[in-house]
C-alpha cells in the first residue's frame, strides 16, 4: 500500500529528527531541555495527524492544536487555538459560545493544501466584527464569493485552506474558554476511505512535521538579556500567525542567583502577554508555576507602567515569571488589536537577592 510507505517515512523522520534535536547545542547533556524535545516530537506529530489524515472539510470540526498538552509554534498559557480545514468551493456557518474569552477571533489562510505552511490571509473575523446575546452566543457565515449571507462573514479565494480560531483568557485556569462549532452547509458525496486518498494525507502530514523541524532550535533573539523593539500590527504574515497582534522578541540568559529586570508600558489593547519558550518555541510548564504573565495578572506602577521579573526563585516581586530551571530561553510578548505600536522596553541583570516586591523604575 502506498500508505505504508508513507508511514514508515514518517518513523523515519521523527527518528532523524530525535538524533538532531539531543545533538543540538542547546539541548545536549541537558536533561530537561531533551524532555522537552521528546514531548515537541509528540506534539507536532499529534497535530499533524489531526489537521491532515483526520480533517473532512466536507464534515469539518474544530480540533484544538495548541495547549498545555500540545506544546509548539509559540504557544502561550493564556490562549486555545483549534483547527478547521476550508473547502473553498463551500458554504459554512460558524457558532458558538464566547464564555470567559477577552480577545477572540477566527482566521482564514490560504496556500498550498498539501502540509506546507499557509501563505496568507484571506480574512478573519474577531469578537468587534461580532454581536453575542445575553448567553453570548455568535455566529457569522464563511462562504465563496457571490454566496455571501446575513451578519459578518469571510468571503473566501479560490486557494483558501485552513481556518484557525484564537481565545484568550484573563486567567484559563479559573475561566470559561470559548466553544467554537463549523457546519458545512453543502452536502457532501458519500465517504469512502482509499489507499490514494490516506497517503495524500500522509503525506501533507509528513511534509507539515518537516516544515516545523525547519524552523526549530530557532537562534537566540537579538542580544541576551535583551528585548528588540516591538513591530506593528503587520500588513502581511506567514503561516498561522495572527493578523491584529504586534509582537516584540528578546531572549534571556541568566545564572541561577540572576533576575532579568523589565520595565515597559503597553498600549491600550484587547489583551497582551509575556511568554518565556525553549528553543523549539513552546512554553515551559504552566500547569505547575508561571511562566508567562499578562495584562490582566500584571500589577502596574503608580504611572500605569510595568515591571516583570525573570528568574529561576521567587523574589517576591508580584510580576516574576520562573524560568523553572532553563538557564537561558526566548522572551515574547503580543499586543493584540493594539492602538499604537509598543514603546521599546528596559532590561535590566540583577543578583536576585537584591529585588524587591516595590521595585521600580531606578
Same mark, same amino acid.
Given at each position: 500500500?502506498?500508505?505504508?510507505?508513507?508511514?514508515?517515512?514518517?518513523?523515519?523522520?521523527?527518528?532523524?529528527?530525535?538524533?538532531?534535536?539531543?545533538?543540538?547545542?542547546?539541548?545536549?547533556?541537558?536533561?530537561?531541555?531533551?524532555?522537552?524535545?521528546?514531548?515537541?516530537?509528540?506534539?507536532?506529530?499529534?497535530? $499533524?495527524?489531526?489537521?491532515?489524515?483526520?480533517?473532512?472539510?466536507?464534515?469539518?470540526?474544530?480540533?484544538?492544536?495548541?495547549?498545555?498538552?500540545?506544546? *509548539?509554534?509559540?504557544?502561550?498559557?493564556?490562549?486555545?487555538?483549534?483547527?478547521?480545514?476550508?473547502?473553498?468551493?463551500?458554504?459554512?456557518?460558524?457558532?458558538?459560545?464566547?464564555? =470567559?474569552?477577552?480577545?477572540?477571533?477566527?482566521?482564514?489562510?490560504?496556500?498550498?493544501?498539501?502540509?506546507?505552511?499557509?501563505?496568507?490571509?484571506?480574512?478573519?473575523? @474577531?469578537?468587534? =466584527?461580532?454581536?453575542?446575546?445575553?448567553?453570548?452566543?455568535?455566529?457569522?457565515?464563511? $462562504?465563496?464569493?457571490?454566496?455571501?449571507?446575513?451578519?459578518?462573514?469571510?468571503?473566501?479565494?479560490? =486557494?483558501?485552506?485552513?481556518?484557525?480560531?484564537?481565545?484568550?483568557?484573563?486567567?484559563?485556569?479559573?475561566?470559561?474558554?470559548?466553544? *467554537?462549532?463549523?457546519?458545512?452547509?453543502?452536502?457532501?458525496?458519500?465517504?469512502?476511505?482509499?489507499?490514494?486518498?490516506?497517503?495524500?494525507?500522509?503525506?501533507?502530514?509528513?511534509?507539515?512535521?518537516?516544515?516545523?523541524?525547519?524552523?526549530?532550535?530557532?537562534?537566540?533573539?537579538?542580544?541576551?538579556?535583551?528585548?528588540?523593539?516591538?513591530?506593528?500590527?503587520?500588513?502581511?504574515?506567514?503561516?498561522?500567525?495572527?493578523?491584529?497582534?504586534?509582537?516584540?522578541?528578546?531572549?534571556?540568559?541568566?545564572?541561577?542567583?540572576?533576575?532579568?529586570?523589565?520595565?515597559?508600558?503597553?498600549?491600550?489593547?484587547?489583551?497582551?502577554?509575556?511568554?518565556?519558550?525553549?528553543?523549539?518555541?513552546?512554553?515551559? @510548564?504552566?500547569?505547575?508555576?508561571?511562566?508567562?504573565?499578562?495584562?490582566?495578572?500584571?500589577?502596574?506602577?503608580?504611572?500605569?507602567?510595568?515591571?516583570?521579573?525573570?528568574?529561576?526563585?521567587?523574589?517576591?516581586?508580584?510580576?516574576?515569571?520562573?524560568?523553572?530551571?532553563?538557564?537561558?530561553?526566548?522572551?515574547?510578548?503580543?499586543?493584540?488589536?493594539?492602538?499604537?505600536?509598543?514603546?521599546?522596553?528596559?532590561?535590566?541583570?540583577?543578583?536576585?537577592?537584591?529585588?524587591?516586591?516595590?521595585?521600580? $523604575?531606578?
Amino acid at each position: 500500500m502506498a500508505t505504508g510507505a508513507v508511514f514508515h517515512a514518517l518513523l523515519d523522520e521523527l527518528s532523524d529528527l530525535e538524533a538532531t534535536l539531543l545533538a543540538h547545542p542547546e539541548i545536549v547533556g541537558d536533561e530537561q531541555s531533551a524532555c522537552e524535545a521528546y514531548r515537541w516530537l509528540f506534539s507536532i506529530t499529534q497535530v $499533524a495527524l489531526d489537521c491532515f489524515v483526520w480533517a473532512d472539510s466536507a464534515a469539518p470540526r474544530f480540533v484544538d492544536i495548541v495547549g498545555a498538552t500540545k506544546k *509548539w509554534g509559540g504557544d502561550n498559557a493564556d490562549a486555545f487555538y483549534q483547527h478547521t480545514p476550508i473547502d473553498p468551493t463551500r458554504r459554512y456557518r460558524v457558532s458558538g459560545f464566547r464564555g =470567559d474569552a477577552v480577545y477572540l477571533s477566527l482566521t482564514v489562510y490560504a496556500g498550498p493544501d498539501d502540509g506546507h505552511y499557509s501563505e496568507r490571509i484571506v480574512g478573519s473575523v @474577531n469578537h468587534h =466584527d461580532l454581536s453575542f446575546d445575553e448567553r453570548g452566543r455568535f455566529e457569522f457565515w464563511i $462562504a465563496p464569493p457571490g454566496h455571501e449571507m446575513d451578519g459578518p462573514g469571510i468571503v473566501l479565494e479560490p =486557494d483558501s485552506v485552513v481556518g484557525i480560531t484564537r481565545d484568550y483568557l484573563a486567567e484559563p485556569s479559573l475561566h470559561q474558554r470559548t466553544t *467554537w462549532r463549523i457546519e458545512a452547509l453543502d452536502a457532501a458525496p458519500t465517504y469512502r476511505l482509499t489507499d490514494e486518498d490516506l497517503a495524500r494525507r500522509m503525506t501533507a502530514a509528513l511534509t507539515w512535521v518537516r516544515d516545523q523541524a525547519a524552523i526549530v532550535p530557532v537562534p537566540v533573539f537579538g542580544e541576551s538579556n535583551t528585548v528588540e523593539s516591538p513591530y506593528p500590527v503587520p500588513t502581511t504574515t506567514f503561516g498561522w500567525a495572527a493578523g491584529d497582534a504586534a509582537y516584540a522578541m528578546g531572549s534571556f540568559d541568566l545564572a541561577a542567583d540572576q533576575s532579568l529586570v523589565i520595565r515597559g508600558t503597553s498600549p491600550t489593547c484587547e489583551f497582551w502577554n509575556l511568554c518565556l519558550w525553549n528553543p523549539l518555541l513552546h512554553t515551559y @510548564n504552566y500547569d505547575r508555576d508561571r511562566v508567562t504573565i499578562n495584562g490582566m495578572q500584571t500589577v502596574y506602577e503608580a504611572d500605569g507602567s510595568w515591571v516583570v521579573v525573570v528568574s529561576e526563585t521567587d523574589p517576591g516581586h508580584p510580576n516574576w515569571i520562573s524560568t523553572q530551571g532553563h538557564r537561558s530561553g526566548r522572551l515574547w510578548f503580543r499586543w493584540f488589536i493594539p492602538t499604537e505600536t509598543p514603546e521599546p522596553m528596559t532590561c535590566e541583570v540583577v543578583p536576585t537577592a537584591s529585588v524587591s516586591a516595590t521595585m521600580s $523604575a531606578p
